[in-house]
């Protein structure tokens, strides 16, 4: 059985769900596993890892076994913490499923301004959100605000801001992060098909099945 994953945790795509697995599996084979000291995210505004900021190794080595905290994704920082032949996945949803579960997280937890856009456009949220993305967003006070609604899945897995404003006006710039990604990643989870998903990464791995089965965790369906 595999037991080095680097999972990427996307925002609002069952990855919670996954990450309780990958904890599981960890805490049953007395694994390492990268942490934060502080909060759940391992970084948000920068695709630079700390070691002030994580969990030291318990047996002092500088290499962990699985990774599956928030973290802005970029190869060459994650290669620092875990060996060449880990396991890494990623996980995807429908990107209105994943936007819109983004949309009502963000309200409820109390982002102030996106709950006051959403009482000021209450009959029919949905619709001002996607004809006036730009009003939800840009009150929240994050250097990057429009991540959290707009494009996130993409900004988890490494791009910026300025790469997405420029792939409307050159698609290479798009074509290019793609298949990158698609070089990185082992396997991708589809979240929409997720006991799909469980099946394939615990065959893939070599897995038991009590070792993929799971409760759902932060989970809004549409």
């Known amino acids: 059985e595999t037991r080095q994953v680097v999972f990427a945790k996307v925002h609002k795509a069952a990855s919670s769900t996954v990450q309780n697995i990958l904890l599981r599996f960890a805490m049953a084979r007395n694994l390492s596993v990268l942490l934060p000291r502080n909060g759940p995210v391992l970084s948000q ?10 969990v030291p190794h318990i047996q002092g080595k500088q290499l962990y076994d699985i990774l599956c905290s928030h973290v802005l994704y970029e190869a060459k920082e994650i290669d620092k913490y875990f060996p ?20 009502m997280y963000h309200t409820s937890c109390g982002h102030r301004y996106l709950t006051d856009r959403y009482r000021r456009h209450k009959l029919d949220p949905i619709n001002a959100f996607f004809k006036h993305s730009k009003d939800f ?10 991540t959290f609604l707009i494009n996130r899945m993409s900004y988890d897995l ?4 300025s790469e997405i404003d420029e792939s409307k006006a050159n698609r290479t710039t798009i074509d290019t992060f ?11 989870l589809i979240s929409d098909f997720f006991d799909e998903s469980m099946v394939l990464l615990g065959r893939t791995l070599k897995w038991s099945m009590k070792d993929i089965i799971y409760i759902k965790v932060n989970a809004m369906h549409f």
């Open 45 to 54: 505004t920068s695709s630079k890892i700390e070691r002030s900021r994580i």
């Open 84 to 103: 060449k032949n880990a396991f890494r996945v990623a996980i995807f949803r429908e990107p209105i499923k994943q936007v819109l579960s983004a949309l």
């Open 137 to 146: 967003n840009n009150g929240i006070k994050c250097p990057n605000p429009e």
């Open 158 to 161: 490494g791009i910026n801001i």
């Open 178 to 188: 793609v298949k990158d990604t698609e070089h990185t990643f082992n396997l991708v």
